[in-house]
């Protein structure tokens, strides 16, 4: 077989969707090269900035890396703005819904709010509300979220900085994209991972 037979889903047989299963399978194996592509694609979009969308995920990624964060960690960071793409209105949610099966939920749920407490820096000069994020006070993850906004996020549009290449995160993509999704040992619910660690921090090899 080298295509299913029916034009209605319900009609399908079941050696059809066990053909169907394999082709997703050899198809999912892909989705982190896909993610790569994308951030690069990154790069086109949103000018104005001093650094391209590219450029400010791999800076963000860099920081994370540089402060010792797990791999978790920085490959959100990487990741976060992947939404810019085709979510503009919600590129924090849609972000957030990628990620979400190969990493820890305190990542998940930080990327997915950080376009609300991201306000806090500039919400009151587009006559937004700066404290959107107080809606989130006493959230388990809340001062991860302020965080990875202040460390991470706002900081990362300085051209001058000597952020890693993509080809750097590359394999760290790879690594969190080839784990089984959902998998309650990566997900670890309410479980918190420090954004910083002392011990790393500063000694990581480049
Ligand atoms: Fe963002
Ligand atoms: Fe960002």
Redesign the pocket.
Known sequence: MDRVKFTQMKDGTPEEYQFLTEHEVAYTKGTASRLLAALVDLDEGLSGYQVSRLGHSLQSATRAYRDGADIDWIVSALL??IG?IYAPYN??EYAATIIRPFVREQCTWVVEK??DF?MLYYGHHVGGNQHKRDAYNGHKYFDDCADFCERW?QASFDPAYDTLPIDFFEPMVHDVFSRAPYDPAVIRPGEREALQNAGLAGQRAE
Do not use: E, I, L, V
């Open positions: 976060h703005d810019d590129h924090d950080h376009g991201q996020d």
